[in-house]
């Protein structure tokens, strides 16, 4: 069955802190990809890559960077978290090639006071 | 550019009510896809389908349908038999050339709120 494994579904952190969100697949995909979702805003794309050590921005990646170490594991980073950056945020993988359905995680609620 | 319009934000129906999801998209492609998901409560999103831009036929799934017009560039969802288990936010995603072929581009979401 896939699989789509975030490492927290709620985080608290403090403005300024450096935050982590990992993301594991277990499907072997090459595509994974880190979304934002706001009340109103639906889902926007924050980062996202095609294969291992390569990465690409998406629509939102201001105040965002990404790893990709590994094939199954790609990283969220927050170098400096800051009150506007409190969402839900969401990982998912796909198979290469084109117009392919996405596979989701189950979502990490972030909060930054 | 490419767009993804759900007019509806929020819908309330009675259980065993259908219900009609509506989804707007343009984009400059002739090749695209289209694709619908859910999200329950739990957060995670679930895909249900996929529809390329040369397929118009409807599709339909148990209670679950789809209508693609690229006349009217829709692809809109009906739930038959509403059930309190359908209650999520819905969204309606577009995939073409434009967006990144590998990227999906969303819709702001439906929440659908089925009444018991």
């Known amino acids: 069955d896939v699989k789509v494994t975030q490492s927290s579904r709620y985080l608290v952190k403090r403005t300024g802190e450096k935050v982590f969100l990992e993301c594991v697949q277990d499907?072997?995909?090459?595509?994974m990809f880190w979304y934002r979702q706001d009340p109103g805003l639906g889902l926007r794309l924050i980062y996202f890559?095609?294969?291992?050590?390569?990465?690409e921005k998406g629509d939102i990646p201001e105040g965002y960077s990404v790893s990709r170490e590994k094939k199954e594991r790609f990283s969220l980073i927050l170098e400096s978290a800051s009150t506007n950056q409190t969402s839900m945020y969401l990982c998912?993988?796909?198979?290469?090639?084109?117009?392919?359905?996405?596979?989701f995680g189950p979502g990490t609620r972030l909060t930054v006071l | 550019a490419q767009k993804v319009t759900q007019a509806q934000t929020e819908i309330s129906v009675v259980e065993k009510e259908d219900v009609t999801l509506d989804c707007v998209y343009e984009?400059?492609?002739?090749?695209?896809?289209l694709f619908w998901y859910k999200q329950p409560p739990s957060g995670e999103l679930v895909f249900l389908i996929r529809?390329?831009?040369?397929?118009?036929q409807n599709e339909i799934s148990g209670r679950y349908s789809w209508n693609f017009q690229k006349s009217t560039s829709s692809f809109n969802f009906t739930i038959t038999a509403s059930q309190v288990v359908d209650s999520a936010v819905y969204f309606c995603?577009?995939?073409?050339?434009?967006?990144?072929?590998?990227?999906?581009?969303f819709g702001t979401g439906t929440r659908l709120t089925v009444i018991p």
């Open positions: 499907m072997d995909h090459e595509n």
């Open positions: 890559s095609y294969d291992v050590k390569m990465k």
């Open positions: 995603a577009l995939s073409a050339a434009e967006t990144g072929a590998n990227n999906l581009f």
């Open positions: 529809r390329n831009s040369f397929d118009e």
């Open positions: 984009t400059r492609d002739t090749t695209y896809y």
């Open positions: 998912a993988s796909s198979l290469s090639g084109r117009y392919n359905e996405q596979f």
